[in-house]
């Protein structure tokens, strides 16, 4: 077999054709005992959802449950106690992403945003994210984003900020791109409905499309994943399979070849039901409760 043909099997990911799900779940603590590069942390109760205020010893409670399998956790928010999360995270050994949530109101974005310069300036910040697929959601425009990035940038010099976005964000705006010290690209198949059998290929091409557009800037998967509970999407199903398939592809990928990957999530949130539909409870690995859902 040729170096390229080789090439081109350890991109299409594992062969899972004659995989048990006692084999995949083996497989994927394998993987997690081995840590992760990072993953999305929330750390909101059942019950709660944005706009609660969470505290200090939820945090921590959550982040005891996370901290042997991962290096870096990606926040967020900066406000109703999610500015806690950072100093917390570096307390208990972690790097820290910090995000502020930008949406259309203004008043709120203000808040974020000195929150974020304030966490970061006091040393609990290794990456800042200047909103999360805010221009997705056309909450604002291009020029409304770029000014909260500058601002961000001119308040922190030698912190690189970035901006969250679906990947094909950054290819279709080179402004923001241009802005970007580091490009934090949102990567799903699943939201896609790409089939699982071509999943791991097609989030690959997702991230390749960014790393083109970054003209040689840093490029960090700031989101992936895939649900195991709910309705299939187009030809993406949600099931445990599935997730364990996704999550062992992308953990392999990520350390071979040194790929900077937030997975998502840390656990599963009952609020995300409204925005995203059944499936939105079902993203984490561990679930609501904090027990890890794959087990044998």
């Not at 944005?50 to 200090?56: L, Q």
């Not at 059998?197 to 998967?221: L, T």
């Not at 059944?278 to 690995?285: M, P, T």
Request: with cysteine; proline share 2%.
């Amino acid at each position: 077999m040729s170096f390229r043909s080789e090439k081109i099997l350890s991109l299409a990911g594992v062969d899972f054709n004659h995989s048990k799900e006692d084999d995949l779940i083996a497989q994927f603590n394998k993987y997690l005992k081995n840590g992760m590069h990072g993953i999305c942390f929330s750390s909101y109760l059942d019950g709660q959802e944005p706009g609660s205020i969470i505290t200090a010893e939820q945090i921590q409670e959550r982040i005891e449950i996370i901290k042997p399998y991962t290096k870096w956790i990606r926040t967020f928010s900066c406000t109703d106690g999610n500015e806690l999360i950072p100093v917390i995270a570096k307390e208990n050994g972690l790097k820290v992403m910090v995000g502020a949530w930008l949406s259309d109101d203004k008043e709120l974005n203000e808040k974020e945003v000195v929150n974020l310069i304030k966490v970061a300036k006091a040393g609990d910040a290794d990456l800042v994210a200047v909103g999360n697929e805010v221009l997705y959601r056309e909450e604002l425009n291009e020029e409304e984003l770029l000014g909260y990035i500058r601002q961000v940038k001119k308040a922190l010099p030698g912190i690189e900020v970035g901006y969250v976005d679906a990947y094909y964000e950054f290819v279709n705006r080179p402004a923001i791109t241009e802005a970007c010290d580091v490009i934090f690209a949102n990567c799903y198949s699943f939201w896609e409905g790409c089939h699982i059998d071509y999943s791991h290929v097609y989030m690959q091409n997702m991230y390749f499309q960014a790393v083109r557009a970054a003209n040689g800037k840093r490029v960090i998967i700031s989101e992936t994943g895939w649900p195991n509970v709910g309705t299939a999407f187009e030809g993406a199903e949600p099931n445990t399979e599935n997730a364990l398939r996704y999550f062992i592809n992308t953990q392999k990928w990520s350390r071979e070849e040194n790929i900077e990957l937030m997975y998502f999530s840390s656990f599963d949130e009952s609020w995300k039901v409204g925005a995203e539909g059944d499936v939105g409870a079902y993203w984490g690995l561990w679930d609501k409760h904090g027990k890890l859902k794959y087990q044998k």
